[in-house]
């Protein structure tokens, strides 16, 4: 995938020269004439991928990987010092070009050789670990489409990327060696290693989002940057182009190639996010089931912080004759929530998301009044751990002109319901200034009446937990127009 761009700027000037600087490699073709295209585009491959000094391209294969850092699902990822190879055995299965669009789909084995660390939580096992890996890919299938427009400025034509899909999918198998997991601890090791070998499939697609969302960022950042500043007619020449690009298409050759390993369907402005037809049911839940890990780890350039953990600075409540206050509370498990449903209802500009969740708040206390029919008093730290919570969330939305000239969407309000299925775990330290006696009956109280007792006392904690949610709904609205979002 390094070499895909580069392939098809090539495809694109060879239809109209045979002698731009690419023709010694490049053969010409008709637009319609796909078996051509597929031909020249896989002649061109090896050639690229093995570089070209007198074209300023340098060898893709072996590639270096200088650094990928990500955090996802519980799981902290940082690869450096990373060598890539097999990419000039790619094979080409199809290209296509139309009037403002190109296709191109490729089937690549590749191996990935650097220096790793990792912490945290691989699915259901923990891992831990730091030393050299070495992941194979076996038939990893990328098809990628590219919505090219062309502009007009200074009397020069350019070419502009308005828009860009893409799907990945593994045909053969992934293989992942991690030397030094857990210090070295075999028996610690190997059965994570096992673990995941045998579940190969599943954390690759889910450890993918957070690289792709950084990699594809940067490549739609330095693509943009070339084609607002070079004219086409540059790109079909070799001294002036390459002098005023060498440096950025270096640097963007290095990020495309993991790009097409983990690649999964994105918009320009959200990366994560696929835009889907309001009546798309099938296609929203997968397009949300993808941003998840987004909103959980935040994304700064959108305006998103991130929500696991989740600080909650101050909850209040005064209601039923009890008074709560919640000081400086952490959330954690928002990462974990599973979206039960989203539905995005056009007619009436409405959004409702269900998720379920397992979550744990803890933080400092204060409490005082009747907790159903016991008194209470007491301040210190507490612990709430909530099993299966199913919080249900409408938002109403209206169209607001952004910054940009475009439509956005603007949350106008927004309202929740939610139940406990399984259960909750309360533990309110320094009940009754640490009397034990007075203390132990009211816990015991609370933990066998739990589902009335969240009744009484979850609500504010709900309304401050989708309160940072919708926030975070609402700067990426904010900084994504709405034809990003919705076809």
Request: charged share 20%.
């Given at each position: 995938?390094?070499?895909?761009?580069?392939?098809?700027?090539?495809?694109?000037?060879?239809?109209?020269?045979?002698?731009?600087?690419?023709?010694?490699?490049?053969?010409?073709?008709?637009?319609?004439?796909?078996?051509?295209?597929?031909?020249?585009?896989?002649?061109?491959?090896?050639?690229?991928?093995?570089?070209?000094?007198?074209?300023?391209?340098?060898?893709?294969?072996?590639?270096?990987?200088?650094?990928?850092?990500?955090?996802?699902?519980?799981?902290?990822?940082?690869?450096?010092?990373?060598?890539?190879?097999?990419?000039?055995?790619?094979?080409?299965?199809?290209?296509?070009?139309?009037?403002?669009?190109?296709?191109?789909?490729?089937?690549?084995?590749?191996?990935?050789?650097?220096?790793?660390?990792?912490?945290?939580?691989?699915?259901?096992?923990?891992?831990?670990?730091?030393?050299?890996?070495?992941?194979?890919?076996?038939?990893?299938?990328?098809?990628?489409?590219?919505?090219?427009?062309?502009?007009?400025?200074?009397?020069?034509?350019?070419?502009?990327?308005?828009?860009?899909?893409?799907?990945?999918?593994?045909?053969?198998?992934?293989?992942?060696?991690?030397?030094?997991?857990?210090?070295?601890?075999?028996?610690?090791?190997?059965?994570?290693?096992?673990?995941?070998?045998?579940?190969?499939?599943?954390?690759?697609?889910?450890?993918?989002?957070?690289?792709?969302?950084?990699?594809?960022?940067?490549?739609?950042?330095?693509?943009?940057?070339?084609?607002?500043?070079?004219?086409?007619?540059?790109?079909?020449?070799?001294?002036?182009?390459?002098?005023?690009?060498?440096?950025?298409?270096?640097?963007?050759?290095?990020?495309?190639?993991?790009?097409?390993?983990?690649?999964?369907?994105?918009?320009?402005?959200?990366?994560?996010?696929?835009?889907?037809?309001?009546?798309?049911?099938?296609?929203?839940?997968?397009?949300?089931?993808?941003?998840?890990?987004?909103?959980?780890?935040?994304?700064?350039e959108l305006g998103m912080k991130p929500l696991d953990p989740l600080s909650l600075p101050l909850i209040k409540s005064d209601q039923g004759g009890l008074k709560l206050t919640f000081k400086d509370s952490t959330l954690t498990g928002l990462k974990n929530c599973h979206l039960?449903?989203?539905?995005?209802?056009?007619?009436?500009?409405?959004?409702?998301?269900?998720?379920?969740?397992?979550?744990?708040?803890?933080?400092?206390?204060?409490?005082?009044?009747?907790?159903?029919?016991?008194?209470?008093?007491?301040?210190?730290?507490?612990?709430?751990?909530?099993?299966?919570?199913?919080?249900?969330?409408?938002?109403?939305?209206?169209?607001?002109?952004?910054?940009?000239?475009?439509?956005?969407?603007?949350?106008?309000?927004?309202?929740?319901?939610?139940?406990?299925?399984?259960?909750?775990?309360?533990?309110?330290?320094?009940?009754?200034?640490?009397?034990?006696?007075?203390?132990?009956?009211?816990?015991?109280?609370?933990?066998?009446?739990?589902?009335?007792?969240?009744?009484?006392?979850?609500?504010?904690?709900?309304d401050a937990i989708v309160s940072e949610v919708v926030l975070a709904v609402e700067a990426l609205y904010k900084s994504v127009p709405l034809d990003e979002l919705h076809t």
């Open positions: 995938m390094s070499f895909l761009l580069l392939v098809l700027w090539a495809v694109f000037s060879s239809t109209e020269s045979s002698n731009s600087l690419t023709a010694s490699f490049i053969d010409p073709c008709v637009l319609t004439d796909s078996n051509c295209l597929r031909a020249s585009a896989q002649k061109a491959l090896p050639v690229v991928a093995a570089g070209i000094p007198s074209l300023g391209m340098e060898s893709l294969d072996p590639m270096v990987m200088e650094r990928v850092r990500a955090v996802q699902a519980g799981l902290r990822m940082d690869f450096r010092n990373t060598i890539v190879k097999g990419l000039r055995k790619c094979e080409v299965l199809d290209l296509r070009r139309f009037a403002r669009k190109t296709e191109i789909d490729l089937k690549c084995s590749v191996v990935l050789i650097g220096d790793y660390t990792l912490g945290g939580q691989l699915l259901i096992l923990p891992i831990e670990g730091d030393g050299k890996y070495k992941i194979k890919i076996r038939d990893i299938v990328v098809k990628v489409v590219l919505d090219i427009g062309e502009r007009e400025a200074g009397g020069e034509r350019y070419w502009t990327v308005s828009g860009f899909r893409h799907s990945v999918e593994v045909l053969g198998g992934v293989q992942f060696q991690f030397q030094n997991l857990f210090n070295g601890n075999r028996q610690m090791a190997d059965p994570v290693l096992e673990f995941a070998n045998s579940n190969w499939r599943q954390i690759f697609y889910d450890v993918a989002p957070p690289i792709v969302h950084t990699i594809v960022s940067h490549i739609v950042a330095e693509t943009t940057k070339l084609f607002e500043k070079t004219p086409i007619s540059e790109l079909r020449r070799t001294t002036p182009y390459l002098k005023l690009v060498k440096t950025r298409v270096s640097k963007m050759i290095r990020v495309v190639c993991l790009l097409s390993l983990v690649l999964t369907a994105n918009s320009a402005s959200a990366p994560f996010i696929k835009p889907c037809n309001g009546d798309d049911s099938a296609c929203i839940m997968s397009s949300a089931v993808s941003a998840v890990p987004f909103f959980v780890s935040g994304v700064p039960e449903n989203i539905k995005h209802d056009s007619s009436k500009i409405k959004q409702t998301v269900i998720v379920k969740c397992n979550l744990v708040l803890t933080g400092d206390y204060d409490i005082n009044g009747q907790l159903l029919i016991l008194t209470t008093q007491g301040n210190g730290k507490y612990k709430i751990d909530i099993r299966d919570m199913v919080i249900k969330t409408t938002v109403d939305l209206t169209t607001v002109t952004g910054k940009d000239g475009k439509p956005h969407w603007h949350i106008t309000k927004w309202n929740r319901s939610f139940k406990v299925l399984t259960g909750t775990t309360f533990d309110f330290e320094n009940l009754f200034n640490g009397n034990k006696i007075l203390a132990e009956p009211v816990l015991e109280f609370a933990n066998t009446n739990w589902k009335d007792v969240m009744q009484e006392i979850a609500p504010p904690v709900v």
